[in-house]
């Protein structure tokens, strides 16, 4: 099993960045395709942003495409999620999914992942 814990997440102005990071322990992160989501007030939780075991393969929602980029760090167990251009949209907390069973490309559905982080909050403000 893997546990994630989500850092990161803060209170930003429309137009600014944040980096997120998930740290995983447990099995070794290369094991596991990764993803992040997002849950606003009220809504779904949604696909963000996921990323193949090796890196090499990344996918993203259409809603931050070209806004964000998910990156991993196999040796220090950690995946990032760096966002720019922020939205008030962009509101959520964001959580950490990791994928054991997947093939290779990550899955936007939620249901493909079987370990989740806490969530951290972000909110921006217009």
């Known amino acids: 099993q893997v546990q994630l814990v989500e850092s990161g997440g803060g209170l930003v102005q429309a137009g600014g960045s944040l980096r997120l990071s998930c740290a995983a322990s447990g099995r070794s992160l290369s094991n596991y395709i990764m993803a992040w989501f997002r849950q606003a007030p009220g809504k779904e939780r949604e696909f963000v942003a996921g990323i193949s075991r090796g890196g090499a393969s990344t996918r993203y929602a259409d809603s931050v495409k070209g806004r964000s980029t998910i990156s991993r760090d196999n040796a220090k167990s950690t995946v990032y999620l760096q966002m720019i251009s922020l939205k008030p949209d962009d509101t959520a907390v964001y959580y950490c999914?990791?994928?054991?069973?997947?093939?290779?490309?990550?899955?936007?559905?939620?249901?493909?992942?079987?370990?989740w982080g806490q969530g951290t909050q972000v909110t921006v403000s217009s």
């Open positions: 999914a990791a994928d054991y069973g997947g093939s290779y490309s990550p899955s936007a559905a939620w249901s493909a992942y079987g370990y």
